[in-house]
Nanobody, 115 residues
Framework: QVQLVESGGGLVQPGGSLRLSCAASRITFSMYAMGWYRQAPGKQRELVAVITSGGNTNYADSVKERFTISRDNAKNTVYLQMNSLKPEDTAVYYC?????????WGQGTQVTVSS
């Protein structure tokens, strides 16, 4: 069974940083586009960042210049480095893997930005 396991969430003060990790198993990781999504209470899930199998990246406007997505194919892991965090970044962050019609989600990790 495919597994995507997120880690690295937590409570951080505004202006702080966190690095999320998502470890994948039972997929040919290097072939998949990997993404991070987030869902805040009462809001729809939204795309945060995506990295293709070739390493191309794309970001939501709200996180550009603050967040960086990267991948380590040798470790089957995708990362999200989050800097200059704001209270509005508070959400559950989900890892996503896509290859053609194959689509997998992690269980999510909570990020709370508060003083």
């Amino acid at each position: 069974q495919v597994q995507l396991v997120e880690s690295g969430g937590g409570l951080v003060q505004p202006g702080g940083s966190l690095r999320l990790s998502c470890a994948a198993s039972r997929i040919t990781f290097s072939m998949y586009a990997m993404g991070w999504y987030r869902q805040a209470p009462g809001k729809q899930r939204e795309l945060v960042a995506v990295i293709t199998s070739g390493g191309n990246t794309n970001y939501a406007d709200s996180v550009k210049e603050r967040f960086t997505i990267s991948r380590d194919n040798a470790k089957n892991t995708v990362y999200l480095q989050m800097n200059s965090l704001k209270p509005e970044d508070t959400a559950v962050y989900y890892c996503n893997a896509v290859l053609n019609t194959l689509h997998y989600w992690g269980q999510g990790t909570q990020v709370t930005v508060s003083s």
